[in-house]
């Protein structure tokens, strides 16, 4: 039974915890009697909910990191778990001497400033957050903690110049039309081309084979991507898709195909050995002297994709067939991605929405004032 006893002038908690397991801790001098059942009242919470560890037993976060990083070694793809040890090896060493019940939100906001001093690029640091709230909520699942302090914890937010660096930049269709006739090589012309077209991350065009291309019905199938010198399957079961292709895009990629002499199971943009091209080498040869010689300012090659939805959204195509096309997972993340590129005002559609209610009724809508208020007769 629980219970609080007086030794030698300090408090003493007593119980058994959920394993029938007794323990016994001596309180700090001078704690009050009221403190000493209050620690009593949390530990017996913490044993009915079957997540009491003896303090001695209590892991430290370098040990609850380590398991986490075993754990999720069969969960991601490699490069991602690469990513992770990256992460661990380089940026928790100031948490990694504490027993993980002792890390507050206070100590996360104080582990996040600290980061922020060490002049961390905000994406990154936002990626070393989310990694230690999955680790934190990888230690609330095992029942080691009861609950995850990053939650609660303030998170760095863009100043308005790093908001501003990471802006997308999108190409007006001039400047497309400028790029693809700045590239003399009719195999990197293709590429941009296809990029602009289909809205494809540069690793699944890079992926992509012949047998993917589907020149009668007019569609490209994306199953697999080029990243970190190896093939992977896309992400998500979303990012397996086929995308549609517009007559010129199938004439261009008929062309190229001719020209390169190549069969079905080749790749479509593989380099002069006809093996994956090497990006870095495709961006500093190729793309930005083409950007340069049209006279476009420096951008992303991932700033083709986001062009090609900014197109689309612009002429008005449904939300949701941008998103299978793009390979979202939901038209949610295509609109949180996008949402700052569609009009705040449309007459158009307004007008619509009238003559759909009122066109061929007759209706004479006519706003009078009455008494000092608008009626509609």
Not at 178 to 201: C, D, F, H, S
């Amino acid at each position: 039974m629980a219970c609080i006893a007086k030794r030698r002038g300090r408090y003493v908690v007593d119980c058994y915890d959920q394993n029938g397991k007794r323990y016994r801790r001596t309180m700090k001098a001078g704690t009050t009697k009221e403190e000493a059942r209050k620690e009593l009242r949390e530990i017996e919470a913490k044993i009915e909910r079957r997540s009491f560890i003896h303090d001695k037993k209590v892991p430290l976060f370098s040990e609850v990191k380590k398991k986490w990083l075993e754990y999720k070694q069969s969960r991601c793809r490699e490069t991602t778990w690469e990513m992770y040890q990256g992460y661990l090896r380089n940026h928790f060493s100031d948490l990694d001497g504490k027993q993980i019940n002792r890390i507050t939100t206070g100590t996360v906001e104080s582990f996040i400033t600290a980061k922020q001093g060490e002049l961390l690029s905000l994406g990154t640091l936002r990626k070393v957050i989310v990694t230690l709230n999955q680790i934190m909520g990888y230690a609330v699942r095992h029942r080691l903690i009861d609950h995850n302090p990053v939650r609660d914890a303030e998170r760095p937010r863009a100043t308005g110049m790093q908001s501003e660096e990471r802006a997308m930049k999108i190409l007006a269709p001039d400047q497309i039309r400028a790029l693809l006739e700045a590239e003399p090589n009719q195999k990197y012309r293709t590429l941009y081309l296809m990029a602009i077209m289909t809205g494809a991350r540069q690793g699944e065009i890079l992926g992509l084979k012949w047998s993917d291309v589907d020149f009668q019905k007019k569609r490209v199938h994306i199953s697999r991507t080029y990243n970190h010198d190896r093939f992977f399957s896309p992400k998500t079961k979303g990012s397996i898709r086929a995308v549609d292709l517009s007559p010129f895009a199938v004439s261009a990629l008929a062309s190229w195909k001719l020209a390169a002499g190549a069969t079905n199971d080749a790749l479509v943009f593989p380099n002069n050995a006809g093996n994956p091209m090497d990006k870095g080498h495709m961006m500093r040869r190729h793309f930005n002297p083409a950007l340069k010689a049209a006279g476009i300012e420096p951008i992303r090659f991932h700033d083709l994709r986001h062009t090609y939805a900014s197109l689309m959204l612009a002429q008005g195509e449904n939300v949701k067939y941008i998103q299978t096309q793009l390979g979202h997972s939901s038209p949610t993340v295509t609109l949180n991605v996008y949402s700052h590129l569609l009009k705040e005002t449309n007459q158009d559609a307004v007008c619509r929405l009238e003559n759909v209610i009122f066109e061929g009724t007759g209706h004479n809508l006519v706003t009078k004032q009455k008494e000092g208020k608008a009626v509609i007769s």
